[in-house]
């Protein structure tokens, strides 16, 4: 069973900037991979994507700031955050989907924004 453990998170001044890692327990090179966040009381939403030949996309909220990355030889992706703003507040998941075994995510990682 691929699992995937995000770090990196934590409290940072607005303005500032962190960067999110997801690490699989195996390769997940050939597969796209998601960021996510969930603000408390809120529903989950969607902030990057990168597929298996590199190609990005952003949730609007994000573009301009954040940055998704992945480096196959370490099975891992990475959301670097750049002009944090206290409503970027959240814990942040990564997710993939794989055959056969179906939607996957990992258990997040808290990114608090002070403002």
């Known amino acids: 069973q691929v699992q995937l453990v995000e770090s990196g998170g934590g409290l940072v001044q607005a303005g500032g900037s962190l960067r999110l890692s997801c690490a699989a327990s195996a390769s997940i090179s050939s597969f796209y991979v998601e960021w996510a966040r969930q603000a408390p009381g809120k529903q989950r939403d969607f902030v990057a994507r990168?597929?298996?030949?590199?190609?990005?996309i952003y949730a609007g909220s994000v573009k301009g700031r954040f940055t998704i990355s992945r480096d196959n030889a370490k099975n891992t992706v990475y959301l670097q955050m750049n002009g944090l703003k206290p409503e970027d507040t959240a814990v942040y998941y990564c997710?993939?989907?794989?055959?056969?075994?179906?939607?996957?995510w990992g258990q997040g990682t808290q990114v608090t924004v002070s403002s």
């Open positions: 997710h993939t989907t794989l055959p056969t075994i179906g939607n996957i």
């Open positions: 990168i597929t298996s030949g590199g190609s990005v």
